[in-house]
């Protein structure tokens, strides 16, 4: 069973618009939600993270939008760029395990 | 400079052979992780440890096996039990960052079985 489902799976955007990557996960329990960026050959970088005590975190053009009550967290990539080409994965955490990781969104800003 | 090293970079395997993938780090990170990226299935996990001399299987552990006798070093044996072994394979340690237990990446192993 998919802890964590995340859509869309390859995403197309124009240089200058907003890329939006969701992710919706089942188990309550998960206290810490990471997103990962990647790219090709080389290991993922952490992006951005949050805590289910807020519903919004920014950090220069990214943003996490976090939705406890409908299970559901989402990355705002605002002004995407040919240089932000790259696969995103999400992730959650329950504390003491593992993250357990989304299938992952490639992502291309065609310029 | 700190940071997770993962050798060899490439690794070609003949059928039936183990090979063991090393993952070093010098961040004093406690928890330490193994990864196996095939395309289109994301990141699964394949075995963590949590402290010296102990470890957990993950999802997809048939067919490795880890040590962790050192806090700095968790290598990853994949034996000839593992049926399909071409794979990206990515070691991650995890610690306190500010407020967060951050997790990091290495730079990974691309295994290839000839």
């Known amino acids: 069973q998919q802890q964590v489902k995340q859509s869309p799976q390859s995403l197309i955007v124009q240089k200058g618009g907003i890329s939006i990557i969701n992710c919706a996960y089942e188990n309550t329990a998960f206290d810490y939600f990471p997103w990962y960026q990647q790219f090709p050959g080389k290991g993922p970088a952490l992006l951005i993270a949050?805590?289910?005590?807020?519903s919004e975190k920014k950090e220069g053009r990214f943003t996490i939008s976090f939705n406890k009550s409908a299970k559901q967290f989402s990355l705002h990539i605002m002004d995407s760029q040919p240089g932000d080409s790259a696969t995103y994965f999400c992730a959650v955490n329950q504390a003491g395990t593992a993250l357990i990781f989304g299938k992952g969104t490639t992502l291309s800003v065609s310029s | 400079d700190g940071g997770i090293t993962q050798s060899p970079k490439y690794l070609f395997r003949k059928e039936g052979q183990n090979v063991t993938l090393s993952c070093e780090q010098n961040l004093n990170h406690d928890a330490m992780y193994w990864y196996r990226q095939d395309p289109g299935q994301g990141l699964r996990l394949i075995y963590y440890s949590q402290i010296v001399n102990d470890f957990q299987k993950g999802d997809i552990a048939e067919g490795y096996s880890v040590s962790r006798e050192k806090k700095e070093s968790f290598p990853l044996t994949v034996t000839s039990a593992q049926k399909n072994p071409t794979a990206f394979y990515l070691c991650?340690?995890?610690?306190?960052?500010?407020?967060?237990?951050?997790?990091?990446f290495g730079p990974g192993t691309r295994l290839t079985v000839l």
């Open positions: 949050i805590r289910p005590d807020v």
């Open positions: 991650a340690s995890r610690g306190r960052v500010g407020g967060y237990n951050e997790q990091f």
